[in-house]
């Protein structure tokens, strides 16, 4: 039975191992000078990073959504707070998985509570439109305050929308195009920085999960 086990271990190694050479045959003009090849090589070595990395080529490149959640949850598995984010996102929106926003709610308050800026306004607006939780304006806003100010464009914008229609505050043009612009300013910032990882897994690491 152990020689049994063995082997099985040894041909799935094996079969996921030749994973990054078919990606590469598959995608050699596109992947030819980049770093593909190695991300692909560090995800099946346990690297968080590259289990990221590598649910973006599998969600863009090739178009399957199983394999990206699969790979998304490898790395959240490890702890990986922006893998945890999206694993939300992907629970959410029921993409590479059955849609389950308890879920969702709780990867999102989980890495939320590391201050990771998207997942501050995905808390933000499934309180703004009471998904699984009543719908509590207040906190809301209390939440995009925060991740505006941590720099997400996204939670700039929708509280501009708040002060533009007065949705849990009392109109005001002054505030809504405040927040307009400072959406535009985090675009503009975050296009031109240097280090286009914003979230590298050790930034946020969730040690406690």
Known sequence: MKKILLFSLVMAFSSRADLCDDLFKKHKSAWEGTSNLNICKN???GDPDAQFDLAGIFSIDENNPEEAFEWTRKSASQGCTKSQYVL???YYDGVGVDMNWIYAF???ER???KELPNAITSLGFMYQNGHMRAKDLDKAKELY???SYLGDPTASYLLGEMYKNGDGVEVDTEKAAFYFLNSINSILKA???DDKNTY???KYNDLTH
């Open 43 to 45: 995800a099946l070595k």
């Open 88 to 90: 939300g996102l992907m």
């Open 106 to 108: 709780e990867l999102f």
């Open 111 to 113: 890495s939320s509570k």
């Open 145 to 147: 305050v925060k991740a």
């Open 191 to 193: 296009i031109t920085a």
């Open 200 to 202: 590298p897994c050790n």
